[in-house]
């Protein structure tokens, strides 16, 4: 989509969004939707790599998301690192830890592969919760507010009007690598080899490789978010492993359409927006959630987009 | 610790595992389809017995029974809203609709429910035998042995039968059984519907062994995956001898080395045999 789009209108449409809290009224409520929309979009694209890609079902992404609040909030609280550090420190524990999880499920493919990071999502919410290293239950409190600069210049803050611009330009800058990801050598030859395995092979390319360099290179991504979570929520727990997660990051990459490179983001925004603004309690918004998975990949397999095709043709045919 | 009192504990968790994975294995060698709300339904399984022993009075020897029945209709819609992706075989948005189902009845068992955690008693369960210093209840004795009945059976029907003939060649080409006049489509639902109501009897017989809660879903059989993974995709035999093998290691694991880490490490075994053997210990 935004391919076909120039790139000062893309730079029109970014700086645009990043008034979007300020022009809805600039009310604190409005500010937190919008901050959570940027983080929670940015976790959904690192699964997006994978699922729209690679065409696999990656249930393990939760773990690169809590990875990087864990390690933004343990090195901020015990060690005093500013945001810098302990950002680099989150891709670099989440880069590894792929690496490891890549390695091990090089040979699986289709629902072992799922089965496998889900297995391994469960085993390191279980570590989390009994290791008295990473907080345990109680998870860490007291992450101190936010503090990146450069050249003198900078943000700092706790809350959601302070984090807003850091928000803002995670997501632009997670856009941005999404967008060349998609024309990248990388980006292509992990289409082929969803798309035709055989032929990819037949081309030199190596499955496994394309493989295991797609799933390191998504981990950061869905790190970064959580390494932003922590600040927002000054407290990280075990409840990043959540199951919630999980579902709303699938159902924002399925709900619009896979492999459109702002469907992930519209997707986190409409969730966003019902359970903040149009919420009928914790479990009715669960019903909602899943629900709605269901029925999108049950009705319009291709997501919403696919309506949109249909309701074209139509249009063409009559007219 | 005694030894004996670990391998009996080994045997009943064992056999419990093995019931709850077993609906689990033959979907997934027939239908290739995994439903991540297996845990879902176990749990729906187990609240619809508690209600009906709650609600209608009716007593565990009945209320079990039309739990099964229960999951085995729901399990007819669920296939009936599946069934245009299983005919197609699209097995990535299959898997992510079963997590949307759970979801889904994760919400509105919590709605119906209530989430506080419940006590669905079994008579059973109080009645213990005690041999010496050995303890065990006839709750396990009747999941030990409905395991191995059941187990038993299912082998038969699936490699002595018309009607496992006809799973057998679904499983193998749904195509080319198509061809033969099989009628694939009823094949799945027959499925699928075992599953459910595989699985509600399972909940009948394993859940009253600890309190029962509208969000414990998959976390609770979270260890049939290693089941249904070690013993081979759809191996009947191999998630038995999984089934049983993970219960020793569970038990032993959990009074020699460390109780919280018995999942985490059941697990690690699990990893470690797919980086050896991807296929499970069944594969060829």
């Given at each position: 989509m935004m391919a076909r789009l120039s790139a000062p209108l893309a730079l029109a449409l970014a700086a645009l969004a990043y008034f979007i809290p300020a022009v809805s009224g600039g009310?604190?409520?409005?500010?937190?939707?919008?901050?959570?929309?940027?983080?929670?979009?940015?976790?959904?694209?690192?699964?997006?790599?994978?699922?729209?890609?690679?065409?696999?079902?990656?249930?393990?992404?939760?773990?690169?998301?809590?990875?990087?609040?864990?390690?933004?909030?343990?090195?901020?609280?015990?060690?005093?690192?500013?945001g810098w550090a302990t950002a680099a420190a989150a891709i670099v524990a989440a880069v590894v830890l792929?690496?490891?999880?890549?390695?091990?499920?090089?040979?699986?493919?289709?629902?072992?592969?799922?089965?496998?990071?889900?297995?391994?999502?469960?085993?390191?919410?279980?570590?989390?919760?009994?290791?008295?290293f990473l907080g345990g239950s109680d998870g860490i409190v007291g992450v101190p507010?936010?503090?990146?600069?450069?050249?003198?210049?900078?943000?700092?803050?706790?809350?959601?009007?302070?984090?807003?611009?850091?928000?803002?330009?995670?997501?632009?800058?997670?856009?941005?690598?999404i967008h060349r990801f998609r024309r990248s050598r990388l980006g292509t030859s992990a289409l082929m080899v969803q798309m035709n395995p055989d032929l990819a092979t037949a081309l030199g390319v190596d499955a496994r490789r394309v493989r295991l360099a797609v799933f390191v290179t998504s981990a950061p991504i869905s790190a970064l978010a959580g390494w932003l979570y922590a600040y927002q929520r000054a407290y990280v727990g075990p409840d990043m492993f959540e199951s919630y997660f999980l579902v709303l990051m699938l159902t924002a990459i399925v709900i619009i359409g896979r492999r459109l490179l702002l469907g992930p983001l519209?997707?986190?925004?409409?969730?966003?927006?019902?359970?903040?603004?149009?919420?009928?309690?914790?479990?009715?918004?669960?019903?909602?959630?899943?629900?709605?998975?269901?029925?999108?990949?049950?009705?319009?397999?291709?997501?919403?987009?696919?309506?949109?095709?249909?309701?074209?043709?139509?249009?063409?045919?009559s007219a | 610790m005694n030894l004996t009192q670990q391998v009996i504990n080994g045997l009943v968790l064992g056999s419990g595992y093995a019931l709850v994975a077993i609906g689990w294995t033959v979907l997934l060698g027939a239908a290739r389809l995994v439903n991540f709300a297996h845990g879902q339904l176990y749990m729906l399984a187990a609240f619809l017995a508690w209600a009906a022993m709650q609600k209608l009075g009716v007593s565990y020897f009945v209320a079990v029974p039309l739990s099964v029945l229960a999951l085995g209709l729901l399990g007819v819609a669920l296939q009936g809203m599946m069934q245009r992706l299983v005919m197609q075989q699209n097995l990535t948005s299959l898997m992510i609709v079963t997590l949307g189902f759970g979801y889904v009845i994760q919400g509105s068992a919590a709605r119906i429910f209530?989430?506080?955690p419940q006590t669905f008693a079994s008579p059973l369960e109080k009645a213990s035998v005690h041999l010496g210093e050995l303890w065990f209840t006839w709750q396990d004795v009747v999941t030990l042995v409905g395991t191995l009945l059941l187990f038993g059976v299912l082998w038969l029907v699936l490699n002595?039968?018309?009607?496992?003939?006809?799973?057998?060649?679904?499983?193998?080409?749904?195509?080319?059984?198509?061809?033969?006049?099989?009628?694939?489509?009823?094949?799945?639902?027959?499925?699928?519907?075992?599953?459910?109501?595989?699985?509600?009897?399972?909940?009948?017989?394993?859940?009253?062994?600890?309190?029962?809660?509208?969000?414990?879903?998959?976390?609770?059989?979270?260890?049939?995956?290693?089941?249904?993974?070690?013993?081979?995709?759809?191996?009947?035999?191999?998630s038995l001898l999984a089934g049983f093998g993970l219960g020793m290691f569970t038990a032993l694991f959990g009074a020699l080395v460390s109780p919280a880490y018995t999942t985490a490490a059941a697990f690690l075994v699990l990893l470690t045999v797919l980086v050896v053997r991807p296929g499970g210990l069944a594969a060829r």
């Open positions: 009310a604190p409520v409005v500010y937190a939707a919008c901050t959570t929309i940027a983080i929670l979009a940015v976790m959904a694209y690192g699964a997006d790599l994978i699922l729209s890609y690679l065409g696999e079902v990656s249930l393990g992404h939760t773990i690169f998301w809590a990875t990087g609040g864990y390690a933004a909030s343990m090195l901020a609280v015990n060690y005093g690192w500013n792929a690496c490891v999880l890549g390695l091990v499920t090089l040979r699986t493919r289709e629902f072992v592969f799922s089965l496998v990071t889900y297995a391994a999502a469960v085993v390191a919410m279980e570590v989390a919760f009994n290791w008295s507010p936010l503090v990146l600069t450069i050249f003198g210049w900078g943000v700092s803050g706790a809350a959601n009007t302070d984090l807003w611009p850091i928000a803002w330009l995670l997501l632009m800058a997670t856009l941005l690598f519209i997707g986190t925004a409409l969730i966003i927006v019902q359970q903040t603004f149009f919420s009928i309690g914790g479990d009715g918004d669960k019903i909602i959630l899943g629900a709605v998975l269901a029925a999108i990949l049950l009705l319009w397999p291709k997501g919403l987009i696919g309506l949109w095709d249909v309701a074209a043709r139509r249009l063409r045919s | 209530g989430g506080d002595r039968t018309r009607l496992g003939a006809l799973v057998r060649s679904v499983a193998e080409d749904p195509k080319l059984a198509q061809l033969f006049g099989i009628n694939a489509a009823q094949v799945y639902i027959g499925v699928f519907v075992f599953e459910c109501a595989a699985v509600a009897l399972g909940a009948g017989l394993v859940a009253p062994r600890s309190p029962i809660l509208a969000s414990m879903g998959f976390d609770e059989v979270i260890l049939t995956f290693v089941v249904v993974v070690l013993g081979g995709i759809g191996s009947v035999g191999g």
